[in-house]
């Protein structure tokens, strides 16, 4: 069961994180994307396993999977990716929960 589509009613742009160059981070083209984003802070763990305060959730279609690192433009603010999490309904993919900073 997929997330209700008027559920995602706001609009994000994601640059995907595709690694480092000799001038630092590189990343993909910019994409929009229908999204719901809850703000609010909470302690999680980035890859590495440090604790992080995510200051902002977003909810994406299941097939939205940005990496780490990847970044996330949203009413005008850029937000890093922590960490993106496929999220399951009735055994099937429902939506892509991201936590960002």
Not at 26 to 46: L, S
């Amino acid at each position: 069961m997929k997330v209700p589509g008027f559920l995602l009613n706001q609009t994000a742009e994601i640059e995907e994180y595709e690694g480092e160059d000799m001038y630092g981070p590189t990343y993909g083209d910019p994409y929009n994307v229908k999204c719901r984003a809850e703000f609010g802070h909470e302690m999680v763990r980035n890859q590495d396993g440090d604790e992080v305060v995510a200051t902002v959730t977003f909810f994406f279609p299941p097939d939205v999977q940005p990496p780490p690192d990847s970044k996330i433009t949203f009413d005008g603010d850029e937000f890093d990716v922590i960490e993106a999490k496929k999220q399951f309904g009735l055994r099937k993919p429902s939506h892509t929960e991201v936590v960002a900073k």
